[in-house]
C-alpha cells in the first residue's frame, strides 16, 4: 500500500478565503483523488487530479470552485476557493497503485470548517 | 446508473460476539469489484477487505468475512469476535473496473464492553 501524507489535517477559515490542502504519496501512483464527505455523511467523488493536465470533475463540481493541481506523480493538491459554510467538510485524497489499480487507499483527511 | 444502499445507519455490538453490517447494490454489470471500508474517528478510510465479483468464494480477512451473493446483489460484512477498536463507520463500496468508487451512506458500528 501506498503512504499517503494531507495536510493540513484541520482547519478553520472565514468565508470568502480560500483553502489549499496538500497530498504527498510515498511512491508514484497512477491516479490520485479528492473526495468531499459533508457532515454525517458518504464520500462524494470531487474530481480525478491528471498529472500534468487539467483535472477530471465530477457532475457538480467546477474548477474555478475547487482547482486542483497535480505535478507530478507523487503531489497534488485540492484548493477550495471563496468559501462559506457550505463548504464545511472532510476532504480526502486517495490514490491508487499501479500494482493493486483497483484499490483505494486514503490519506487522514482535512476537516475544514468554515466561519 | 450503479448505487449502493446500506439500510442499517447504526449497529451495536457487544465485545467478542459477532455482527453481521448489511450492502445491496444495484449495478448491470457482471464484473465489477465490492470494497469494504473503515473509518474510525481518526477519519482516514480503511480498506477491510475486497470482493472480485467473478470469484464465487467469499473473500475473508482475519476476523472479517463476507457473504458475497450475486444474484440478489447482496454484500454483507461479518466481523465475528468483535473487539473495542472495530468501533467505527463503515462504508460499503462499489466499481467496476478502474472506474470511480461509489459508496454506500454507512453504518455506525458501536462495540459495547
Known amino acids: 500500500s501506498a503512504v499517503i501524507s494531507q495536510k493540513p489535517s484541520r482547519d478553520i477559515c472565514q468565508r470568502g478565503t480560500s483553502l489549499t490542502i496538500q497530498c504527498q504519496v510515498d511512491s508514484q501512483v497512477t491516479m490520485m483523488f479528492w473526495y468531499r464527505q459533508q457532515p454525517g455523511q458518504s464520500l462524494t467523488l470531487i474530481a480525478t487530479?491528471?498529472?500534468?493536465?487539467?483535472?477530471?470533475?465530477e457532475s457538480g463540481f467546477v474548477i474555478d470552485k475547487f482547482p486542483i493541481s497535480r505535478p507530478n506523480l507523487t503531489f497534488s493538491t485540492l484548493t477550495v476557493s471563496n468559501m462559506s459554510p457550505e463548504d464545511s467538510s472532510i476532504y480526502l485524497c486517495?490514490?491508487?497503485?499501479?500494482?493493486?489499480?483497483?484499490?483505494?487507499?486514503f490519506g487522514q483527511g482535512t476537516r475544514l470548517t468554515v466561519v | 446508473a450503479q448505487t449502493v444502499t446500506q439500510s442499517q445507519p447504526e449497529m451495536s455490538v457487544q465485545e467478542a460476539e459477532t455482527v453481521t453490517l448489511s450492502c445491496t447494490y444495484d449495478t448491470s454489470e457482471s464484473d465489477y469489484y465490492l470494497f469494504w471500508y473503515k473509518q474510525p474517528p481518526s477519519r482516514q478510510m480503511i480498506l477491510v477487505i475486497r470482493q472480485e465479483a467473478y470469484k464465487q468464494q467469499n473473500a475473508t480477512e482475519n476476523r472479517f468475512s463476507v457473504n458475497f451473493q450475486k444474484a440478489a446483489k447482496s454484500f454483507s460484512l461479518k466481523i465475528s469476535d468483535s473487539q473495542l477498536g472495530d468501533a467505527a463507520m463503515y462504508f460499503c463500496?462499489?466499481?467496476?473496473?478502474?472506474?470511480?468508487?461509489?459508496f454506500g451512506t454507512g453504518t455506525r458500528l458501536q462495540v459495547f464492553p
Open positions: 486517495s490514490v491508487e497503485t499501479p500494482a493493486r489499480n483497483t484499490e483505494a487507499f
Open positions: 487530479a491528471n498529472q500534468g493536465s487539467e483535472a477530471t470533475y
Open positions: 463500496a462499489y466499481r467496476r473496473n478502474t472506474d470511480k468508487l461509489i
